[in-house]
């Protein structure tokens, strides 16, 4: 009879170390791009807004979450979706900021499923409201030619400060996580941040964490704790907090350290899939499906470093 693997380490102590962000941050002020919508857009998708700060939103479509920043310069958009969200997105702006115009659009990072949509948002505010994204973006988007996802028009390296109506909102590159070019989004004046796909509210990895970063992604883990949020928008799932970023970290430290004891003991990557288990996140959202998987693509990871 097989044996399942459990492990539950401490996870603040096991991250690595690392520099602090860089003093210097650029400031940006940009000037307003786009008037208010024109004539409601075909949504496409339904598309919900929740309030979850003072002139700060959660927009959900289906799966996906989109992010808005209400200021007195315009809003702030991030992420797109899709052009079937992007259109639902222009009405749920117009709902929850009225005759605002809108500000700029950021991504969150180069995959299509979070950036597409931006030419809708645009056109839906009857001009061209400027994109921004991290300045490994650019290539990719650039290279992959879809007119639905324009490539950005500002990027910058490390941390970004957008000033639109004397409202801050801080970009910050926390390195290389579940893509090369993710950023967070964090506003001080009421302690949000947006962060996508590295970290979610209570859910275990996709899939087998395609494309994902591993050798940094623990450093981005602990520098992302460094910025004093407290209320978190996840790219997919329900609003979370600080104690949820900590369950996360947790979790991808937990399934590091099963995962290891898994090689040490001679496992095989298919005999640690189905025998590695952290019970204690057996109720988190896709555990059943992607739990397994999670385990092989860390198993990869750690194969390949060992030799």
């Not at 459990?6 to 170390?17: F, K, N, Q, T």
């Not at 998708?45 to 939103?57: L, M, P, R």
């Not at 004397?166 to 390195?175: D, P, Q, S, V």
């Not at 329900?238 to 004891?261: H, K, M, N, P, W």
């Amino acid at each position: 009879m097989k044996t399942a693997i459990h492990a539950r380490l401490p996870i603040r102590a096991r991250l690595r170390a690392h520099p602090l962000f860089p003093a210097a941050t650029l400031a940006l002020t940009l000037p307003l791009a786009c008037a208010p919508p024109a004539d409601e857009p075909d949504q496409g998708v339904e598309v919900s807004h929740t309030e979850v700060a003072d002139g700060i939103y959660q927009l959900n479509a289906g799966s996906h979450n989109a992010f808005l920043v209400d200021t007195d310069g315009g809003v702030v958009a991030f992420d797109p979706i899709s052009v079937e969200a992007a259109a639902g997105l222009a009405v749920a702006i117009r709902s929850a900021a009225p005759g605002k115009p809108l500000a700029a659009i950021v991504y969150s990072h180069s995959d299509a499923d979070h950036a597409t949509g931006a030419s809708v948002l645009q056109q839906a505010f009857e001009g061209d409201a400027p994109i921004i994204a991290q300045e490994r973006a650019l290539p990719i988007i650039t290279a992959g030619g879809d007119p639905n996802l324009p490539p950005p028009d500002l990027t910058f390296a490390d941390n970004l400060t957008l000033r639109f109506g004397g409202r801050a909102i801080e970009l910050h590159y926390l390195g290389p996580s579940h893509t090369d070019n993710l950023l967070v989004a964090f506003v001080p004046d009421q302690r949000v941040l947006f962060a996508v796909d590295f970290v979610s509210n209570d859910r275990v990895g996709y899939r087998d964490l395609p494309g994902w970063h591993f050798d940094e992604l623990y450093v981005a883990l602990d520098r992302l704790m460094e910025i004093p949020f407290e209320t978190v928008v996840f790219g997919h799932g329900a609003v979370g907090d600080r104690s949820t970023i900590d369950r996360q970290l947790a979790y991808y430290a937990d399934l590091r350290d099963a995962v290891q004891e898994a090689i040490d003991q001679g496992l095989t990557e298919e005999e640690a899939m189905e025998q590695v288990r952290l019970d204690d996140y057996a109720h988190w959202g896709q555990y059943e499906a992607w739990f397994p998987m999670n385990v092989g693509a860390v198993y990869r990871w750690l194969a390949g470093a060992s030799t």
